[in-house]
Each structure stands twice: as C-alpha cells, then as structure tokens.
C-alpha cells in the first residue's frame, strides 16, 4: 500500500474541506468516488457550492483539465463533445476537434444533467457507463477520472433513468447548519481573497494508481454481510441491481484504500447510505446501513462511517427550548429574531430525521408551539 498517495489525496481533500464549511460528507464522498472510478451525483438547490467544491477538487488534480457545462433542453452535441472539424468534414470524415472539450476533461462537471436531451443522451450514457464516446466512425477513450452530475430535483422522465443510473453516488447537498454560518463567511472571505494561495495538488497518474489499489482490496470479511444487506434492501423497495451491487464493491474497496488498509472491514459499509433513488429512501437507508456499521469495533474506520446523521432527541428538544428561552427575551433585535427563525426551521427540518415517532411526534408539537409565539409577536 502506496500510503504517501493516499496523503497526497487526503492534503487535497482536507484542503477543501477548510474552505468549504460544513460539507465534509460531500467531500469525502467525492474523494471516495474518485479512487473508486465512479461518478458521483449532486442533489440540491443552487447556492450550495456544488459547482465551487468540484472545481476545487479539479485544481488539486495537477495537470489535471476541468469541464464544467450547464446543461438546456437545447444543448447539442457539439457543445459538450466538441465540433467536428470542418478541415476534415471537408475531406469527407467525420472528426471532431475535441480542444478544450468534455472528451479531453479529467473532471468533467454536468450542471442540470436531467436537462439532457435525446440527441446527447445515447453518448452521454456511453461517456459515463464506458468512459468512451462514439461519434460516427470516432471512437474516443476518455481520460475522465470522474463525471459528477447535478440538479436541482431528481428526474421525472422515465426516459431519464438509465441516465440516474449512471451515478452510483448520490449526495443531497443542502444549506450549512446556521450555526456554522460565521465559519461559512470568513472561510468564503478568506478564498476571496487568497485566489493566488498554494493549494495542494495530486497526479493524475497517482490516482489511477490508487484506483487500480481497490481491486486487489480484501473483501471476504464483509461479503457476508454485504449480501445480507443487498437482499435486505431489495426486500424494503430499495432497487439494487445485480450490476449496481458488483460496481458498489469498488466503493467499499475505495473507503478502506482511504483508511489505508489492504482489507475491507464492516463500517467500510457506511458507503451505501448514498444509493438512493429518491428523497424518501435517505432515511431507511441510514437507518439499515447504521444499525449495521454501528457492530464494528475496530479502531481504523473512516471518519464518515459512523456519522450518525439521525440527530439525538434529546439534543434536539434542548436547542428548541434554547431558542424558546431567547425567544422570550424583550431584547431582541430584529437580526436576532431572524436568527431564532433560521435556526428554528434549520431544526424543524433535523426533526425529520428522529426515528422514534412518539418523540418526534412530541419535538413537533414543541416546535409548531414556538412558530405560534413567535407569529404572535410579529
């Protein structure tokens, strides 16, 4: 095990996660995805730094070249694969001048992918799925390390789909906790202001290397319980296809590399809390995957597989009742009010997330009591 590589990858990632408050989970999760050679989907609203954490982690890949594109209903092909060269077209062949395009890109960034239409989908399916792209008699290896997708909602068009599929991780990416709000404004400050600063960079060769690492990982000592798991999520409605569980191996393999282990343990699992197809499945899945990795008592696990994120009851009624007692107060300033509100809906949303209905139930009701004074005295 090549342990200096995987520091390498490491200086990249904690890097980013300095300047971007508040998205640990993404980041890990894409540099996961990265050693994994899989592509990683991004769901959220604009303004959540999407676009800003992927361009990053391009800038850390030396040499490296980035493709970012916002996808219309009325994107062409030439847009995203380059056109095809009239000097050739001329001579009566078909080949496109690929400079500064997709097909040159070691990350490649898709801004709303379910924009994409049908004169881009059948090469954008086999861009992703093969990491080659055919046009006319042209086939072209793609040296992509990754493709990462994004969208505001999760697609409707059955059409689409195939196109979901593509992206084995799934990431909901929402607005930072209020608290750590100061932390987000003198982070954004600082990188505004230090546009020149050294960033750490890694090799696009030394990541090949750490992806080629993952297939020679163990994965006896899990596979056990991996199939267990599988059988388990097909049975509450979670669809797991037979070759999405094969290429969900490479994700468990990725998240020992990262730990630099040789062996795949049970938190390695943690992984598949990020296999949803919709909204609604994020909370069995933490569920089921916690309850599983929660039994592993080793000491070498990755720092996100046993980050909980189903919040503590109790933790929770006490940060209502904080902003109950300073809702109380005659001092406040209407900044402060506005405070008190964010972070009421902030926790209100949180609240979702409690696994025992009775006390979620109970949270509720003490929330929807405070929104009543809180409306009362506006």
């Not at 060269?85 to 890109?105: F, H, S």
């Amino acid at each position: 095990m090549k342990s200096n590589n995987i520091e390498q990858l490491k200086a990249v990632l904690d890097h980013i996660k300095a300047t971007f408050v508040g998205k640990d989970d993404i980041i890990d999760l894409l540099g996961i995805s990265l050693i994994a050679k899989e592509n990683t989907f991004l769901l959220g609203p604009p303004g959540t730094a999407k676009s800003a954490i992927v361009k990053s982690l391009s800038k850390g890949i030396e040499n490296g070249k980035n493709f970012e594109y916002l996808l219309t209903r009325f994107t062409e092909p030439n847009e995203l694969f380059g056109p095809f060269d009239i000097k050739k077209l001329r001579e009566g062949e078909l080949v496109t001048n690929t400079d500064g395009m997709m097909p040159e890109a070691s990350m490649v960034f898709l801004d709303e992918i379910f924009n994409a239409n049908s004169a881009i989908l059948n090469s954008l399916l086999m861009a992703l799925n093969e990491k080659v792209l055919r046009r006319g008699k042209q086939v072209l290896k793609l040296p992509a390390l990754m493709f990462v997708g994004a969208s505001n909602v999760l697609p409707e068009d059955e059409a689409l789909n195939a196109l979901f599929d593509r992206f084995l991780v799934r990431v909901k990416c929402d607005y930072v906790n209020p608290d750590l709000l100061n932390q987000v404004l003198l982070a954004g400050w600082k990188l505004e202001k230090n546009t020149t600063a050294e960033f750490p960079v890694i090799q696009p060769e030394t990541i090949i290397e750490l992806q080629n690492l993952t297939k020679k990982v163990n994965l006896n000592p899990i596979i056990s319980t991996y199939v267990d798991v599988i059988h388990n999520l097909r049975n509450t409605g979670i669809n797991v296809s037979d070759r999405r569980a094969v290429k969900l191996q490479n994700l468990i393999a990725a998240s020992a590399i990262m730990c630099g282990r040789e062996e795949a343990i049970l938190s390695d699992l943690w992984i598949l809390k990020y296999i949803w197809d919709t909204e609604e499945q994020i909370e069995i899945l933490e569920g089921i995957i916690n309850n599983i990795i929660e039994k592993d008592i080793t000491d070498d696990s990755h720092p996100q597989a046993l980050y909980n994120k189903a919040p503590n009851p109790e933790e929770v009624i006490k940060e209502v009742n904080l902003l109950k007692e300073r809702w109380e107060k005659e001092t406040l300033s209407f900044e402060d009010q506005n405070v008190i509100k964010d972070k009421l809906r902030y926790i209100q949303s949180r609240a979702d997330w409690i696994n025992n209905d009775e006390q979620k139930q109970f949270i509720k009701t003490e929330i929807d009591t405070l929104w009543q004074k809180i409306l009362q005295t506006l």
